[in-house]
């Protein structure tokens, strides 16, 4: 690859690699971008992002429009160039860890059709050491290609800014001046880390598993503030009122973690630390999540009884607000267990895409229309429009909410005449002496 490449070309089209896209537009290159899938490949054509991720379509319309963006109908198309970016959104298994034979088609692609000196930037969640693997098997035979790894961490709802002018840049490689030239090429408004090749890829499992970490931590923690009578945001908000405490750390008790994300490199490194007879800190971190993803309903069950023939209101859809995508969705997860339970939810979400033809409930264009005549509440995201609820004027038949995610004022909803369910205090403390259960 040289500082003269003309353009660069971007394989995978989801959430990824459309802000991957929108975002070298943005740098003014010249992208030819390519999915496998039909759809992706339409959608992209379209200038309509898949996750409706904010400022991304527009990007994708003017490429279109002044000829610099342009789709691939072919995988050997995206290969042929000196800079091919690959930017699929890993899939995962049964277990949440990696299984996307996607990965190893574009790999092979490159290895096949790409010019001598080529750069293959990878984007994509793989796990570590994996790059081994790809040069053993796939890229031996071309020692003239090059392999760079750039841990992505993009927000949803801010992925295109973290894209165009990323806080962190790590570039793992082999030699120093491909990585150079990549990052020069990929991201010019950031000031890179080089590593190796296997720095990188654990700098990814690392991001994600401390995240992960901290919302187990905060909401375990938020968990046992909230038996002994204590506000758990009290204590979360002082926690990190220590300069040891990073002040962004996601230890905020609320909801569960959900997306493909978090859970695939805390498995990643499950499985390696398995390999060296350590798994256990990261599969306890799942263990403690998985619990308590289920408190909602442990909560309604508790307060309700046997939920068969019960209409539960459920505000939230998406794993995260601002974005249209159920995929991997725990709010999703609690309405089939919901509908398992023989419950009657009714749905409201004003931004999620369509529901999977398997979850047959009905949706509403307003929350008062979701709630009214409902059993209960469950605020499964925290969704911006509860913040304007006018929480007396809603008529449901009990007024009954169940906040799964730290997104409600348990005080106000009192006001209001509300019953609020959450990691709020249990009981009130009492001055004098405490017995512990």
């Known amino acids: 690859m040289t500082d003269a490449t003309p353009h660069v070309t971007v394989c995978g089209l989801w959430h990824l690699g459309s802000t991957a896209v929108a975002g070298l537009l943005t740098h003014g290159r010249t992208v030819v971008a390519y999915d ?3 759809d992706l490949r339409a959608g992209a054509s379209a200038a309509t992002p898949p996750t409706g991720e904010p400022g991304v379509g527009e990007a994708l319309r003017q490429g279109l429009d002044d000829g610099t963006l342009r789709v691939a109908d072919a995988l050997a198309e995206w290969a042929r160039n000196e800079l091919c970016v690959l930017a699929h959104d890993s899939a995962v298994d049964a ?20 010019p001598a000196g080529a750069v293959l930037a990878v984007l994509s969640q793989v796990p570590a050491y994996t790059h081994v693997r790809w040069r053993r098997t796939l890229l031996a035979h071309r020692p003239d290609v090059n392999l760079v ?43 890179p880390a080089y590593v190796t090749l296997t720095e990188a890829e654990l700098v990814k499992h690392a991001t994600n598993a401390y995240l992960g970490m901290c919302v187990a931590f905060g909401n375990e923690l938020g968990w046992l503030a909230a038996q002994l ?13 220590d300069p040891r405490v990073a002040d962004a750390a996601p230890l905020l008790p609320g909801a569960a973690f959900s997306g493909a994300t978090l859970r695939r490199d805390l498995v990643a490194l499950g499985r390696i630390g398995a390999d060296w007879g350590r798994p256990e800190f990261f599969d306890t971190v799942l263990t403690v999540n998985d619990r308590h993803a289920a408190l909602p309903l442990e909560l309604l069950r508790a307060e309700l009884g046997d939920l068969k023939g019960r209409r539960i209101a459920v505000a939230g859809l998406t794993y995260k607000p601002g974005t249209a995508t159920l995929r991997d969705s725990l709010p999703l997860r609690l309405v089939r267990a919901l509908l398992a339970d023989g419950a009657e939810p009714v749905t409201y979400d004003p931004v999620a895409e ?14 008062a229309d979701a709630v009214r005549d409902a059993d209960a509440l469950l ?17 449901p038949a009990d007024r ?25 205090p249990r009981r009130q403390e009492v001055t004098g002496a405490q017995t512990a259960p």
């Open 95 to 114: 277990d949440g860890g990696v299984d996307d034979p996607r990965l190893a088609r574009a790999v092979t692609a490159f290895a096949r059709h790409a």
């Open 354 to 367: 369509a529901l999977p033809d398997d979850v047959a409930v009905r949706r509403t264009a307003t929350l």
């Open 229 to 241: 009578g204590a506000d758990p945001r009290v204590v979360a908000r002082l926690l990190k009122a």
């Open 379 to 395: 605020v499964a995201a925290a969704l911006p429009e509860l913040g304007g609820a006018d929480w007396a004027a809603l008529r």
């Open 36 to 38: 496998p899938q039909e």
């Open 400 to 424: 009954l909410v169940v906040d799964g995610c730290g997104a409600l004022d348990p005080a106000a909803l009192s006001v209001a005449g509300w019953r609020c369910l959450g990691l709020h």
């Open 149 to 191: 790894h750039i841990p992505e961490n993009l927000r949803l709802g801010r992925a295109l800014d973290d894209f165009v002018a990323p806080p962190r840049l790590v570039v793992g490689a082999q030699e120093q001046h491909t990585a150079e030239r990549a990052a020069r090429f990929l991201f010019p408004r950031a000031t």
